[in-house]
T-cell receptor, first 112, second 114 residues
């Protein structure tokens, strides 16, 4: 199994631009989580899905952030418009039954 | 609400010495507790997890952790540090075994001195 695959690995964009981060979970996993990691705030849960349905998005910082999971093998996290304070490493993780998380390698986002 | 406190943002030990990384948690229900390791520019890898089956939990790479309810602690230990243990370590808590997401501590950077 290739694990959780995130793309791109690095993204540099200008303030105000739309950014889309992508995640392919492990096949058969029914939970998908998006986390954000910053030096100041550490690892924060943004949103999670169960069977492609968003369950809790209370961690999404602002309306500029949105996430979708159109099918069991793909999820996106979109920021529109992006701001410098959105610069962080964004991780996707998947699990079966909510246990035994597997994390992706992350997307390092820099907004200039 | 759940929370995790990791004492010491940086811990330095000599190669071959005991590693002790501290974690205290707050939870309104019996918790599920986890330790993860993160190497530079990589994702998080599970070291071990406590799910109430046994208070002493053994994980990968020679690490273990002991759940102490009276102290609300879940400290991570390894008898003999190796240079390859240098990394960032995160303690995390969940009320539902992870099905509702994990609440992470701020992390402890482990430095191994030769």
């Amino acid at each position: 199994d290739a694990g959780v695959i995130q793309s791109p690995r690095h993204e540099v964009t200008e303030m105000g631009q739309e950014v889309t981060l992508r995640c392919k979970p492990i096949s058969g996993h029914d939970y998908l989580f998006w986390y954000r990691q910053t030096m100041m705030r550490g690892l924060e849960l943004l949103i999670y899905f169960n069977n492609n349905v968003p369950i809790d998005d209370s961690g999404m910082p602002e309306d500029r952030f949105s996430a979708k999971m159109p099918n069991a093998s793909f999820s996106t996290l979109k920021i529109q418009p992006s701001e410098p304070r959105d610069s962080a490493v964004y991780f996707c993780a998947s699990s079966l039954g909510g246990r035994g998380y597997t994390f992706g390698s992350g997307t390092r986002l820099t907004v200039v | 609400a759940q929370s995790v406190t990791q004492l010491g943002s940086h811990v330095s030990v000599s190669e071959g010495a005991l590693v002790l990384l501290r974690c205290n948690y707050s939870s309104s229900v019996p918790p599920y507790l986890f330790w993860y390791v993160q190497y530079p520019n990589q994702g998080l890898q599970l070291l071990l997890k406590y799910t109430s089956a046994a208070t002493l939990v053994k994980g990968i790479n020679g690490f273990e952790a002991e759940f102490k309810k009276s102290e609300t602690s879940f400290h991570l230990t390894k008898p003999s540090a190796h240079m390859s243990d240098a990394a960032e370590y995160f303690c995390a808590v969940s009320d539902r075994g992870g099905a509702d997401g994990l609440t992470f501590g701020k992390g402890t950077h482990l430095i191994i001195q030769p």
